[in-house]
């Protein structure tokens, strides 16, 4: 097997090990989906443009193979891979496109959990509009709003907002579980948002609500000063939120 060729499947097999990537990359971000968990994507969006080039110089370098069998063989492998890859990113398009750039605007400062209660017929009146929702949290982090929860596809932003209306993007983001080390403990300047996720809520006199929740804060004052904000206490001292609209 002469130099080219030897190239040729070697750019070939590293396509084949992509692809491969990226299936299951697809089966567990569906996966977290089902389970309403969180799963970071740049591992995706890494591999897609690799997949893309590698794919690219397969059909390229296979012009040079003088069998044609193994012509046959890497267009076929290359060619499909070309093609799984354009389907996928077709695929992220359409989701980018069509989705909803859902924004948290937090009181600045602020350190604790953070609710947002759904349907309730005294809420607020959230800024929304086809392709974006804002959410405006109050100083006590928990929000009441008139509409639903948004059901589609959603790209997530957080910022702390001054007094003057300033943005600060808060751009750290810790899906899982952050341990006791001295380098967490000591860590309160870099802020982030930990772990969000959504649920419904039923206390004991019936009252059942739908709701997003998130951490925001430092790692420091999450392992040392953090005090969960219990949802049934603050449904006990604001009856109002219990008139949820009918689903």
């Known amino acids: 097997m002469d130099l080219r060729s030897r190239w040729l499947w070697g750019v070939t097999a590293a396509n084949a090990a992509v692809a491969c990537f990226l299936i299951l990359e697809l089966y567990w971000i569906m996966l977290a989906l089902s389970v309403i968990a969180q799963i970071s994507g740049w ?3 890494t591999a897609l443009p690799v997949g893309l080039v590698l794919s690219v110089i397969g059909l390229r370098c296979t012009r040079g193979v003088a069998s044609r069998i193994w012509r046959y063989v890497s267009y076929s492998v290359n060619g499909g891979i070309l093609t799984l890859n354009l389907f996928i ?3 992220l398009a359409l989701l980018f496109i069509g989705s909803t750039k859902e924004r948290f605007l937090i009181p600045d400062g602020y350190k604790g959990d953070v609710y947002v209660i759904y349907g309730v017929r005294d809420g607020e009146t959230v800024n929304k509009t086809r392709w974006a929702v804002t959410y405006r949290i109050p100083k006590d982090g928990v929000l009441c709003v008139q509409g639903p929860m948004v059901r589609s596809w959603t790209r997530t ?9 300033s943005l600060e993007r808060i751009r750290n983001y810790w899906p899982t579980t952050i341990d006791r080390t001295p380098e967490n403990l000591a860590d309160d300047r870099d802020f982030g948002v930990f772990f969000p996720r959504t649920g419904e809520f039923t206390n004991s006199s019936g009252c ?3 709701y997003q929740l998130f951490y925001v804060g430092t790692k420091a004052h999450l392992l040392t000063k953090y005090e969960h904000l219990d949802i049934s206490e603050y ?9 949820s609209q009918p689903k």
């Open 208 to 210: 059942s609500v739908e």
């Open 157 to 165: 932003e957080y910022d702390y907002q001054t007094g003057a209306g």
């Open 89 to 91: 990113a077709f695929g």
């Open 235 to 243: 449904l006990e001292q604001h009856p109002g939120a219990c008139n």
């Open 43 to 45: 591992p995706l969006f």
